[in-house]
């Protein structure tokens, strides 16, 4: 028999089919009276999957009280109540590494769509301007500029790496100092002070909660670039906002929202920022990783075996 485990959200069909596979599974998604619908589930219900974006909180925990494991769709695991899984010795899982040239790669294409404004040439052609108007105004290169990373672990090595081979140098701050070459600086004002483009790629969470203020933006200055792949939490969003429409800083290339899915509005009037929508592991191979690895650590627990990439 399949072990029964509760899903937090919609899922797209192959990953359904993938969970399917192993799992009878019991999804939260679109379930208005939760409380009711949990107490109506087989009883000795041992695994949540969890994905990026839904909160798994204390209750949904509590309703659970068999729960050994949470298997997260995601490298951040900031949309889990971590505490109250440690009380409860509830095991916490992510899928860290499959996703890193994924990300890196989105990252890459939000400082070249910001600085060379790609984006918006192509409206500028598209609109008929070229031949109306003339060529698209000159943009900004990324050969010679310095970009500043915010959390250099896998994803923002990578990043690192990309971003030499298009002629940038790089510098950091991490909480921690890292065994690297690059320069490293002690606080994110100290960084946005140093470099051209400040790369967020930190994670989520309290200990990073809007540490992008308005004091790094006035370090990284009107000739300076955000670019945020990591999570909407560490942004001072409305003070951003003010500040790209006020020219304080030159451009943002975000991926990354505080209240995702809902943008506030007045972004979409910016010309100088670039907007995805959370895409950075956006692809099919990528995802399909993601998903047999949280797959893969519920199928190690349910065998009694030590789970492959534990966070806690
Ligand atoms: C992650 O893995 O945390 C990503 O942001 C989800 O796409």
Redesign the pocket.
């Known amino acids: 028999m399949k072990p029964n485990i509760v899903v937090t959200s919609r899922t797209p069909p192959w990953m359904q089919a993938l969970l399917d596979a192993e799992f009878t599974c019991h999804s939260l998604y679109g379930v208005a009276d939760r409380a009711a619908y949990l107490a109506s589930l087989p009883s000795g219900i041992r695994a949540l999957a969890s994905f990026?974006?839904t909160r798994v909180e204390a209750a949904l925990m509590d309703a659970l009280p068999q729960l050994e494991i949470i298997a997260n769709?995601?490298?951040?695991v900031d949309n889990i109540d971590l505490d109250a899984a440690k009380t409860r010795e509830v095991i916490v899982t992510?899928?860290p590494d499959v996703?890193n040239d994924c990300?890196a790669d989105a990252a890459m294409a939000l400082v070249l769509n910001t600085l060379r404004k790609f984006p918006r040439a192509e409206v500028h052609l598209r609109d008929g301007q070229w031949a109306a108007r003339g060529p698209y105004p000159l943009t900004t290169s990324l050969r010679g500029k310095t970009l500043g990373i915010l959390g250099l672990g896998r994803i923002g090595a990578a990043i690192a790496k990309r971003a030499e081979a298009f002629g940038m140098s790089i510098r950091y701050h991490n909480r921690h100092r890292k065994e690297v070459a690059y320069p490293y600086d002690s606080d994110p004002v100290a960084l946005a002070k140093n470099c051209d483009v400040l790369m967020i790629v930190a994670p989520g969470g309290r200990e990073t909660d809007q540490i992008v203020n308005a004091a790094v933006l006035d370090a990284l200055g009107p000739t300076g670039y955000l670019v945020n792949i990591?999570?909407g939490s560490l942004v001072d969003e409305v003070t951003l906002l003010q500040y790209l429409q006020t020219n304080k800083i030159a451009g943002a290339g975000l991926d990354?929202y505080a209240d995702e899915p809902r943008v506030p509005p007045e972004f979409f009037a910016l010309d100088n920022a670039v907007l995805l929508p959370?895409v950075?592991?956006?692809t099919l191979e990528t995802r399909t990783a993601?998903g047999k690895l949280q797959i893969e650590n519920l199928v190690l627990h349910f065998a009694g075996k030590a789970v492959r990439t534990r966070v806690m």
Do not use: K, Q, Y
């Open positions: 990026a974006g769709f995601g490298v951040g992510n899928t996703l990300v990591a999570r990354v959370h950075g592991s956006a993601m």
